[in-house]
């Protein structure tokens, strides 16, 4: 089993360029989150979805748009990239029966 | 607002000792919390949950412990080793449906050979 994969793991945009972050899971979870994290921030829940269908904004979801087709993916667009978007985004799983959340390795972004 | 606090500045031990780390909050009343490692370039790894009814929690070399009056947990590392060398990161979750968790901004701890 992979657990949580993210692709791709580094990525540089221009100010204005639109991209899409990709999130899959082989562990059956329900529950999918982005956060980002940032130096002296610690992470920051950007959005999240608890199935299939439903998605649900987070502390930080201005730029950001997810969509839920699958169980398996969870990807984050970017519409308009900002520098204020450099950062490293990770998504995590987690099934409703525990707490316990699965990180993915992360997406180095940087907007210049 | 919300708000957690973990000491931003590195905890430095010698192997073999206790390293003792804390997470305190405000303005919070957490339905549990966990503390998660770090290690560069990778993402967090879940490593304990201990819930707000409970006083402590351990793991092998692992102890947590959650007092909701102080508001803090503190998390030990007994007989630490150099591999143990990593940023922790403590968690705090909500009750309900989709249990949202704020992350304290980590302590990295470095043990020393």
Redesign the interface.
């Given at each position: 089993n992979a657990g949580?994969t993210q692709t791709p793991k580094f990525q540089v945009l221009k100010t204005g360029q639109s991209m899409t972050l990709q999130c899959a899971q082989d562990m059956n979870h329900e529950?999918m989150s982005w956060?980002r994290q940032d130096p002296?921030?610690?992470?920051?829940?950007i959005h999240?979805s608890?199935g299939a269908g439903i998605t649900?904004q987070?502390e930080v979801p201005n730029g950001y748009n997810v969509s839920r087709s699958t169980t398996e993916d969870f990807p984050l667009r970017l519409l308009s990239a900002a520098p204020s978007q450099t950062s490293v985004y990770?998504c995590?799983t987690y099934p409703p029966s525990s707490?316990?959340?699965?990180?993915?390795?992360?997406t180095r972004l940087t907007v210049t | 607002s919300q708000k957690i606090e973990q000491n931003s500045e590195a905890l430095n031990i010698q192997e073999g000792k206790t390293a003792t780390l804390t997470c305190n909050y405000t303005n919070y009343s957490p339905a549990y919390l966990q503390w998660y490692r770090q290690d560069p370039g990778r993402g967090p790894v879940f490593l304990l949950l201990i819930r707000e009814n409970e006083k402590e929690k351990r793991k092998e070399r692992l102890k947590v412990t959650f007092d909701t009056t102080l508001k803090q947990s503190l998390f030990h590392i007994t007989a630490s080793q150099p591999a143990d060398s990593a940023t922790y990161l403590c968690a705090l979750g909500d009750s309900g449906g989709y249990q949202k968790v704020t992350f304290g901004t980590g302590t990295k701890l470095q043990v020393i050979p």
């Open positions: 949580v529950y956060y002296g921030m610690g992470l920051r829940l999240y608890v649900d987070g990770f995590a707490h316990e959340q699965y990180f993915g390795p992360g | -």
